[in-house]
């Protein structure tokens, strides 16, 4: 198989060109021939004019490219190497939905060939690869599973906005049905992955490296978020507890803030659906889940206890609210906690303006019903600086006092600028 890639007698196919899919796609097509898939159109004629949808990557990083971006199915029955990039986001009763995947395999599977290869890439349950995949693959090409196909499982480590950890020198997690096929699966990885593989046992281990990544990071952020509730009631700033308990060698600096996105703050149900399964309850996962899909609506109570305490009517309240993003310096609003603080407030019956310089405005009006206001209209009574995007980095306490009334609050969910602040109210987490 990856000789036949090298030579391009065979072609590798990215079934979904998202955060995930493109970069990989982008990067094998400096060695192979690659179909890009995807059912976006839209999006299709900007990766077709050297635009990447999500903005992360730049025009250069689409120059000298054997790819083609398709969303014809007839395109893709020409390649033999695929790979499933599609998103494993959660229904509105926090399980997982599996639709996109499951579509996608459909399609792969249409186009199946005797001898061809799946990867998944997609984060999924333990199990999920050959409990829910597999047999769909089965179904509708007619072929049999490792005799006639092989698959395999490489869980994708994509961080959107950063350029640090890129996919080049993060090493990357393979596995496959059987060791012959490992081989060839770890070969053509360790084409674009300089950084290195590690052939994981099974697929199901694979699988499960992926979810405990995300989900060791939800449940310590958990932990902070709850301390900065205990620290808030006894009056200490929790950053400063942070700073000093920091100077120990072993302690492992965490801190507390909104736990949106596509993999933190949606990995761990999917093993909390697979503990139901096993009529097993994770406390520790589900209890830090509650915790951490609970930060909105409490930092829009703590807002609105402080504004009581000035006698402002909540009727007349004013806030700014500074970034809807899921984190900082990308575009990406997937899940974003900062809409559970705008419908709090709203609850309230404050009024409420929302800016920020990477959302796009009809994405944001789309999926939570939210109008950016294209540029902060003071006086506010309250601004919180919710999501620390490079543009808000350089504000001092004079630019803030101008978008306040006199005695205005300063909401700083990050705590950056607890040290900048000292004549104008201010509180953190």
Not at 12 to 23: I, T
Not at 206 to 211: G, M, N, Q, T
Not at 261 to 287: N, R, W
Request: contains cysteine; negative net charge; aromatic residues 8%.
């Amino acid at each position: 198989m990856y000789n036949q890639l090298v030579s391009k007698d065979i072609k590798l196919a990215v079934v979904g060109l998202g955060y995930v899919g493109l970069p990989l796609a982008l990067e094998f097509a400096r060695h192979f021939s690659v179909i890009g898939y995807d059912i976006k159109e839209k999006n299709l004629t900007m990766l077709r004019n050297a635009v990447d949808p999500s903005g992360e990557l730049k025009a250069d990083s689409f120059k000298n490219r054997d790819i083609l971006y398709t969303s014809k199915l007839s395109d893709l029955e020409t390649a033999n190497f695929f790979i499933v990039a599609v998103p494993t986001p959660i229904d509105k009763y926090n399980k997982p939905d599996l639709h996109p995947l499951l579509s996608a395999t459909t399609a792969v599977a249409k186009v199946l060939h005797k001898g061809d290869y799946v990867i998944y890439e997609s984060t999924v349950y333990p199990g999920c690869t050959t409990e829910e995949c597999v047999p769909i693959l089965e179904k509708l090409s007619g072929l049999k599973y490792i005799e006639d196909f092989k698959v395999g499982y490489s869980p994708e480590r994509i961080n959107p906005g950063d350029a640090e950890h890129s996919l080049q020198n993060t090493v990357k997690i393979v596995s496959a049905c059987d060791d012959a096929s490992l081989d060839e699966v770890a070969r053509i990885y360790e084409t674009v992955v300089a950084a290195g593989v590690h052939r994981a046992p099974d697929i199901r281990v694979a699988e499960a490296a992926k979810i405990i990544e995300n989900t060791q990071r939800d449940v310590n952020i958990a932990l902070m978020n709850e301390l900065s509730i205990i620290f808030n009631r006894l009056g200490i700033n929790t950053y400063d507890v942070i700073k000093a308990a920091g100077t120990k060698w072993n302690f492992v600096q965490y801190t507390p803030g909104l736990v949106g996105g596509h993999c933190i703050g949606v990995d761990p149900y999917y093993m909390v659906h697979k503990a139901a399964e096993l009529k097993y309850h994770p406390q520790m996962i589900a209890s830090g889940r509650f915790v951490n899909d609970s930060m909105g609506g409490y930092i829009a109570k703590q807002t609105v206890k402080r504004l009581l305490a000035n006698d402002m009517p909540m009727e007349k309240a004013r806030v700014l609210i500074m970034g809807i993003t899921y984190k900082e310096n990308v575009s990406d609003i997937r899940n974003s906690k900062v809409a559970d603080i705008v419908a709090e407030l709203l609850s309230y019956r404050v009024l409420v303006d929302v800016v920020d310089p990477n959302a796009d405005p009809l994405a944001v009006e789309e999926e939570y019903n939210i109008t950016l206001t294209p540029a902060p209209t003071p006086k506010y009574h309250a601004v919180i600086i919710a999501v620390p995007h490079r543009e808000y980095l350089t504000l001092t306490e004079p630019d803030l006092e101008k978008m306040l009334v006199p005695n205005g609050l300063v909401v700083d969910i990050r705590g950056l600028f607890r040290t900048k602040i000292k004549h104008l109210q201010y509180w953190s987490l």
